[in-house]
């Protein structure tokens, strides 16, 4: 492992803004002064010569961090900071999602349909997700506010025909069950819980020729999952590689990406966690012009957003948006990040360079 400060460039990027007036509008602006330092785990030396990049992070606090990832070599495919260095450690199949709560709860999902945990001591298998006659199940999410209320998603794959399902999970603090199971064609991505009880959803559905060898277009398609009812609230279907949906939470709101907006959805029983599917409509608080822009946001509140890009990250701070680090190419990937009062982890993969990385970012005041 290579520690090395990363070289910041700041660019301003030109934004629209609604005057926000929701959850975190009256925040203060979020502080853009923060030392970086990278963690570079070396593919030739941790993780074996091809076939592994790291795909989810997730941590209770900057002394408790796990990030881990795909692997076709059989190394490490899992690892924990403690604050000074990183362990190495090994379970089966690929990680796509982790979720922290605590040094001792520690949530894993993956490509097999199992979802692992982690008491402190051992990582063991919890759940199996085994649809009849599925050919492939993925745990692509997990996702909660408290230990005792964590979602997953994810997708089943039938054969022969290509047939996907789209698929919730939950948590109660005693066992998994399945909430929901698509009926139509689908993949559910990511899920986020809002303090009221509504749970939002990404998905997508694929559009592929007749002979099912070229992807012609996909949908991205968010749903809102309520007392058990999942209802479409958005769709929009572009070529592939073009145009963002995404969804994710910050001080318990949802907040949404709808290709180069970012918006909230409102609705007149937005409190009400009893009421029905809510219909609302989403409001545009800022855009975001800059190119580069992969369309994923994170934050401590409504002034106070990461925007992830291909070859970088940026920073929202109710004003305007601008570059806080440069990555040397564009074809970086940067899964969803660890955020704390004063520091935060995110873990990127060079996909030019193939190496990983775990940049460190501390607040200077």
Known sequence: M???????????????????????????????????????????????????????????????????????????????????????????????????????????????????????????????????????????????????????????????????????LHYDGNGWTELFKANFQSQFIRIRVEETGSAYVYGVRDNWTSGGDTLLAETRLLYQFRNGVLTQIYADTAKQGSGFVMVDEIQGRAYFVLNHDICRYESNNYMNPGAPPLQGNFVKLFSVSDPQFDGQIYGRSENDLFLTDYDGIAHWNGTDVKRLITFSNNFTFIPTPAIFDKKIFFCVFDGLNNVNMVVRGTLTN
């Not at 990582?123 to 209320?149: C, E, H």
């Open 2 to 168: 290579v520690d090395c400060i990363l070289i910041i460039g700041v660019c301003l990027l030109s934004f629209t803004c609604n005057n926000p007036t929701g959850p975190g509008a009256s925040a203060q602006p979020g502080s853009r002064n923060y030392s970086w330092t990278t963690d570079t785990l070396s593919p030739s030396v941790m993780f074996g010569p091809t076939g592994y990049n790291l795909t989810a992070l997730s941590g209770s606090s900057p002394m408790d961090i796990w990030t881990g990832g795909t692997h076709i070599t059989p190394h490490y495919n899992l690892f924990h900071y403690d604050g000074t260095k990183w362990t190495g450690w090994s379970i089966p199949g690929e990680i796509w999602t982790i979720l922290s709560f605590a040094p001792n709860n520690v949530w894993e999902g993956g490509n097999d349909g199992n979802i692992w945990h982690f008491d402190g001591k051992i990582w063991s298998q919890n759940f199996a997700y085994s649809p009849i006659n599925a050919a492939i199940v993925t745990i692509v999410n997990i996702y909660g506010l408290n230990p005792n209320d964590v979602y997953a998603v994810g997708a089943v794959l039938y054969e022969p025909g290509e047939i996907q399902r789209g698929f919730i």
